[in-house]
């Protein structure tokens, strides 16, 4: 589980939106997100992109909790009311995973356990390690020739 806590940690857009990963492991994974004024759109609800944002990063903790790369190539996202309270929390949970696809679902709540969205999302499975470093330029690691 330490390479899947070491690549969350290095996602810096998340840092930038205030997500943290809460638990992980094999399958599953729980992020939390604090509400914050820039997370707002015009009308001064949540925004659609930072709900979907916290879904998208438990989504990749989930798939990527086998210690094996995961990229996603299809998800979408139901908005289902606006949130109430302070955060937002996503459990993302694996529905099905195969040696090259994993399906997985994510709840997307907020602190009166209201849901706010379901996230589905389905990933190719790589068969290489997640990487351990990335460059610090932000390019994505280049896999071995």
Do not use: W
């Not at 330490?2 to 940690?9: G, P, S, V």
């Not at 356990?113 to 932000?138: M, N, S």
């Amino acid at each position: 589980m330490h390479a899947i806590t070491d690549l969350m940690e290095r996602d810096l857009f998340a840092k930038h939106l205030g997500i943290s990963l809460v638990e992980v492991r094999p399958g599953y994974a729980k992020a939390t997100m604090q509400i914050r004024r820039e997370h707002l759109n015009g009308f001064r609800m949540m925004h659609g992109g930072a709900i979907f944002a916290l879904a998208d990063f438990a989504f990749a903790a989930a798939v990527n909790s086998h210690g094996t790369l995961a990229v996603a190539i299809s998800v979408s996202i139901s908005y289902l009311r606006p949130p109430a309270g302070a955060a937002l929390h996503a459990e993302a949970s694996e529905i099905h995973r195969s040696r090259t696809l994993a399906s997985c679902t994510v709840r997307v709540t907020d602190d009166e356990q209201h849901l706010v969205g379901i996230f589905q999302g389905v990933a190719y499975r790589k068969a290489e390690p997640i990487p351990t470093a990335c460059p610090e330029d932000g390019a994505p690691p280049k896999p071995d020739a």
